[in-house]
């Protein structure tokens, strides 16, 4: 600590410096406000045109039709009622995972592993999961039919959609959750336990309270992500159980009707905003401020056998259903036909390298721009939401978090929309590929990086500050380094949602920027499922590397503040 | 670091302001039918013609979608693949540019739009792929029993709950059975017929070939798809299927191609088109391996169709299916879909 007054109290005095490089701060935030505006705002405004002034004249007939039909308003439940149900499970799943990896004294090995196979499941296109499910449990699948016998029994509809979309999103319940549970000040559980609490009573008492913002995190970025999912209930709902997402995309895609499908999708923001503002009240109406310096990554206590055994059957049953989801699609990379001819084979992934090699570049390249320019500009809101009192943080806030909550398709079309006339004129180029990814992606770090932000006593920022410090050096010699587990999740995440995304970017693509995905959903477009699972596991295997890297980046990154103090 | 963000900032305002699309010098092409196959059509046409052609592969209704919001600044100069209703409809929004080729005399004039906003380039005939695990399962019971061979067959009990056919809300292959048999049977009676078929259905797929995957994985005995994509799991896949066509008469899509309203390469787009509409850019269906039929005349068909003579072609009104493309779908889903129990 001594240290760490001498160098930030060379500032003190210079007062006129510190004002200048705050110009730097506040010129920073009025351009994200002006890319907000332009990126975000600007192409929704062309939707709502659409919606409600598609002659000019502001009407609510294309509401009204949209509300009379039967079809529409079931789709709206099914929308709702299947995210509910995701959302809670993924948080119960994340939750297990998230508490059993940080506080449970299970071996390093161990540890290791559930960590691993929990963020599995967030490493390949969404609508994978569904079409293992359909080869898996559908009417002629491997376990229904090939191992039980049965064939009344319909994957289709809520129970496949529940399933499939809680596999693929209980890694984020997982990983928000895990991020706040690492940030909790051990000392605190430890003084509950050496008082002679149970652990039981530790957990309900401390430790689940201290997480209640990650929970709720959690279950906010599930819940928006299963109601604008898209790749699993295209093939998983279909016309027997209408969902909002997929029933927009169609209007708009099948039927020609861009206003009506932009109609629809405006209904999915509905429930979502709601939810989204139980959670900021949720939120901010309680202090979690634990963390004195800097956060402590794992504690693991004892607990007792019992406890231990249960949690972690739990977690290797949870693991083996994911472990069976994913061998499933591997085996069909390397299987020559499906159900039909099972012999090994590498053909499907010498065609994936002839036929969607330049895909597959390209969106190496546009995920690779726009992933770190996402992550500093969410961590950097983040920042702004939780230490400043700017007027125009609840319009970052809610405009970034807007732009996640649509369905990729209303996006997608906005995009086109807007960007397709003068002044700005990106349709066809990688602009405009790139400007999507950062900012449909960009709530991912300004959740995680709030979620920790708020745990960090905002005296150590304001020391810093009063020793002369300027907002921009605080932001990024104090805060950064505290908040870098929650920046790397973000990143990691981002760079996985540009890889994997595909209903806006099927709207974006350009015959020279294309886009790996749009080429897979060709692939399973037209049934070639053994191709779109090759094409999956090399999609799997560079997000597995880039995770790899950026936990190896964290690690370094977290020694900083040691330096520091030392 | 002051220094650092300066450098950041000045980066920020090229990537914000520096964004200006490069008019290319070649040829750029929507291509609606498959990657693969386009790979092969368009490598042919440059080396045919040294133009150089840029493309990217989107379904029917996403192009019309990209086409329509780019009326003011239109990105590509030719549109190529996918059914003909969704030319008419690219038509009526004012989006294409007539555009009668010389090689137009190669197509037969119902292949073609009269005023030109369209051509021909392949046909794609709605058919039946039934499971042959299933049919002779069938047989065992019930030794007469066949492959479906018309529409009624459709609703013997034996496929009961093992029909998949696509849903026209989302797919045009749907669209094209629903409007076929609105020609075959007419309005009324059409649709008391999806009622009853409506039975056997176990479910309606939101892509149009999804039914024979189904059918070729034994999930389902039938799907109601184009037969090329049929032929394609037959003889690609190796899928157990067997193609047959109702007798009652079938319909079918025009795959179309167009010149794009607007278009900055028109001389190369025409080139395009005309090229298209070859006997030897069409001898190339039959290659590819996705069994498109030729509207050419004289053009060689891919194998495993039968000759078009013992098919029961209806004279497929495809602007009529186009101008009532919502009232169609519209009527389904009230009808059919809405009132769907399970």
């Known amino acids: 600590m001594p240290s760490m007054l001498y160098k930030l109290g060379g500032n003190v005095v210079n007062t006129e410096a510190k004002e200048k490089r705050d110009f730097f701060f506040n010129l920073a935030v009025w ?32 509401f009204g039709e949209i509300l009379q039909r039967h079809y529409f308003i079931r789709g709206f439940i099914n929308s709702v009622k299947v995210a509910t149900v995701v959302a809670s499970l993924s948080v119960v799943i994340g939750y297990l995972f998230g508490y059993t990896v940080t506080r449970v004294d299970i071996t390093r090995r161990k540890r290791k592993i559930f960590d691993l196979l929990a963020t599995l499941p967030i490493l390949s296109p969404p609508f994978l999961l569904a079409l293992s499910a359909v080869l898996l449990l559908g009417y002629n699948g491997l376990i229904t039919k090939g191992l039980l016998g049965i064939t009344d029994f319909s994957i289709y509809g809520f129970k496949g959609l529940v399933i499939v979309e809680t596999i693929g999103l209980f890694p984020i319940a997982y990983l928000t959750i895990k991020g706040t549970l690492q940030s909790i000040d051990p000392s605190i559980e430890d003084a509950a336990s050496s008082l002679g609490a149970t652990r039981w009573y530790v957990f309900r008492k401390v430790t689940l309270p201290l997480s209640m913002t990650g929970v709720a995190n959690a279950f906010l970025l599930t819940f928006s992500l299963s109601m604008a999912d898209f790749g699993n209930p295209m093939l998983l709902a279909g016309s027997r159980f209408p969902v909002l997402s997929v029933q927009a995309y169609f209007q708009i895609t099948a039927q020609f009707h861009i206003d009506k499908g932009a109609a629809v999708a405006l209904l999915l923001l509905l429930p979502a905003l709601a939810i989204f503002f139980i959670q900021q009240k949720i939120i901010h109406s309680r202090s979690y401020i634990t963390v004195t310096g800097k956060p402590s990554s794992l504690h693991p206590q004892p607990h007792s056998k019992l406890a231990k055994g249960i949690l972690v059957t739990l977690c290797i049953v949870v693991l083996g259903i994911v472990a069976v989801f994913y061998a499933t699609v591997l085996w069909g990379g390397f299987t020559d036909i499906w159900m039909i001819n099972h012999v090994f084979t590498f053909k499907h992934f010498a065609y994936i390298w002839e036929a969607g090699r330049e895909y597959l570049f390209d969106t190496l390249i546009l995920a690779g721009i726009a992933t770190p320019i996402s992550g500093i500009i969410g961590i950097f809101i983040a920042f702004l939401i939780i230490r400043t009192k700017l007027r125009t943080n609840k319009f970052m806030e809610m405009s970034t978090m807007l732009n996640f909550f649509l369905p990729g398709t209303v996006v997608g079309i906005g995009y086109m929309l807007a960007f397709n006339r003068y002044p700005l004129l990106l349709s066809g180029t990688a602009y405009i590929i790139i400007l999507n990814f950062i900012f449909r992606y960009i709530p991912v770090g300004i959740r995680s990086g709030i979620s920790i932000l708020l745990q960090i006593d905002p005296s150590i920022e304001e020391a810093a500050m009063n ?45 020279s920027w294309y886009i790996f995905t749009v080429f897979i959903l060709d692939e399973l477009s037209i049934g070639r499922i053994e191709n779109a699972s090759a094409a999956v596991v090399i999609l799997f295997i560079i997000i597995t590397a880039f995770i790899w890297l950026a936990k190896f980046v964290t690690r370094k990154m977290g020694e900083i503040p040691t330096e520091i103090s030392t | 670091m002051r220094k650092r963000w300066t450098v950041f900032l000045a980066m920020a305002m090229i990537f914000l302001f520096g964004a200006t699309s490069l008019a290319a010098k070649t040829l750029t092409v929507y291509v609606t039918y498959d990657a693969a196959e386009a790979k092969i059509i368009i490598s042919q046409f440059e080396k045919d013609t040294g133009i150089h052609v840029k493309w990217v592969r989107m379904s029917s209704g996403t192009t019309l979608n990209r086409i329509r919001a780019e009326k003011e600044h239109p990105q590509a100069d030719v549109w190529t693949g996918g059914p003909s209703d969704s030319y008419v409809t690219a ?20 292949y073609r739009d009269p005023k030109g906003y369209w051509n021909g380039i392949y046909l794609g005939i709605i058919g039946f792929a039934t499971n042959k695990d299933y049919l002779a399962k069938m047989q065992k019971k019930n030794k007469f029993f066949g492959p479906p061979t018309s529409w009624m067959d459709l609703l013997n009990p034996y496929y009961r709950n093992n029909i998949q056919m696509p849903n026209p809300g989302s797919s045009g292959t749907a669209l094209t059975i629903v409007s076929t048999l609105i020609q075959i049977f007419g309005w009324d009676k059409a649709f008391d017929y999806l009622k009853m078929l409506d039975r056997q259905i176990q479910l309606y797929t939101e892509h149009g070939a999804t039914g024979g995957t189904s059918a070729g994985l034994g999930q389902c005995a039938i799907g109601v798809i184009f037969g090329q994509d049929i032929l394609h799991r037959i003889y690609e896949k190796h899928y157990p299927l067997i193609l047959t066509f109702p007798k009652e008469g079938t319909g079918y899509e025009i ?6 309203k607007g278009a900055k390469h028109v001389k190369e787009a025409k080139t395009f088109i005309n090229w298209m509409l070859s006997k030897r850019a069409q001898d190339l269906w039959a290659k590819t391996g996705f069994f498109h039929f030729p509207t050419a005349v004289g053009a060689t068909p891919p194998k495993g169709w039968p000759p078009l003579e013992k098919i029961h072609l209806i004279n497929y009104d495809a602007k009529w299916t186009g101008e009532n493309r919502d009232k169609i779908v519209n009527t389904w889903t009230k009808e059919i879909l809405e009132k769907r129990k399970k």
């Open chain 1, 31 to 62: 351009l994200l406000i002006g890319s907000i505006l332009l990126f975000v705002v600007y192409p929704l405004a062309y939707i709502f045109i659409e919606v409600f002034f598609p002659e000019g004249m502001p009407t609510l007939r294309l």
């Open chain 1, 467 to 511: 020793l002369g410090a300027n907002r921009m050096q605080t932001f990024r010699k104090i805060t950064m380094p505290l908040i870098s587990p929650a920046f790397f999740s973000g990143l990691v995440y981002t760079f996985e949602r540009s890889l994997t995304a595909i209903s806006a970017i099927v709207f974006l693509v350009s015959p």
């Open chain 2, 91 to 110: 038509a009526e929004y004012g989006l294409l540019e007539p555009y009668v080729p010389p090689n137009a005399k190669n197509i037969p004039a119902k």
């Open chain 2, 255 to 260: 795959g179309g191609t167009a010149l794009i």
